[in-house]
């Protein structure tokens, strides 16, 4: 059992540069979402998705991009990498039912410098 | 906007000794709420979720919380501590009848054990 799977698990990018952190899940979870965690700030919402092709903002979504082609995977990109992105990243999902919990990735650790 | 406070940003406990982590929210009705674990390099762990029922709600990992509507608490409790339970200590919610796209965490509390 896969559940949540984030690579890569280390990235180091110079400021300017693009990427991609990929998020891929196994257990047909409707809803999928992107964290970024960053020292005594605790996890804040980038974008989320609550199916196929549908995508939304959360609290911090400047500098991010998204998209959902498939139930299974929701990849969140770096158009223009800045040090004020350097976090860790987190991507969950989880069922559309309102009584279920969310399931997190090991995480990204990103270095922007 | 709904928000979490977790009032304790460092917690040093001996091993054996009882814990109390405290979250606060602030929300217009009673959310869903959870408490996460965090290992150092690790991803976050579920250890309970209050969803309705029983104020107290048992987990993993020998944890309980208890839900407080009337202070709008969701402490975490665990009666002996062991050195494998040093980690940081998440809080969130989620709005009720929606689902967990969107959780609101606390900063975290961070817990040490000392010998």
């Known amino acids: 059992n896969a559940g949540v799977t984030q690579t890569p698990k280390f990235q180091v990018l110079k400021t300017g540069q693009s990427m991609t952190l990929q998020c891929a899940q196994d257990?047909?979870?409707?809803?999928m979402s992107w964290y970024r965690q960053d020292p005594g700030m605790g996890l804040r919402l980038i974008h989320y998705s609550v199916g196929a092709g549908i995508t939304d903002q959360g609290e911090v979504p400047n500098g991010y991009n998204v998209s959902r082609s498939t139930t299974e995977d929701f990849p969140l990109r770096l158009l223009s990498a800045a040090p004020s992105q350097t976090s860790v990243y987190f991507c969950a999902s989880s069922y559309s039912q309102a009584n279920t919990e969310a399931f997190f990735g090991q995480g990204t650790r990103l270095t922007v410098v | 906007a709904q928000s979490v406070t977790q009032p304790d940003i460092h917690i040093t406990v001996s091993e054996g000794a009882s814990l109390e982590l405290r979250c606060n929210y602030s929300y217009g009705a009673t959310p869903y709420l959870f408490w996460y674990v965090q290992s150092p390099g690790q991803g976050l762990q579920l250890l309970l979720k209050y969803f309705s029922g029983d104020t107290l709600v048992q987990g993993i990992k020998g944890f309980e919380a208890e839900f407080k509507r009337s202070q709008s608490s969701f402490n975490l409790r665990k009666p002996s501590v062991h050195w494998s339970d040093a980690a940081e200590y998440f809080c969130a919610v989620a709005p009720i009848n929606f689902g967990n796209e969107k959780l609101t965490f606390g900063t975290g509390t961070r817990l040490t054990i000392i010998p």
């Open positions: 257990m047909n979870h409707e809803y």
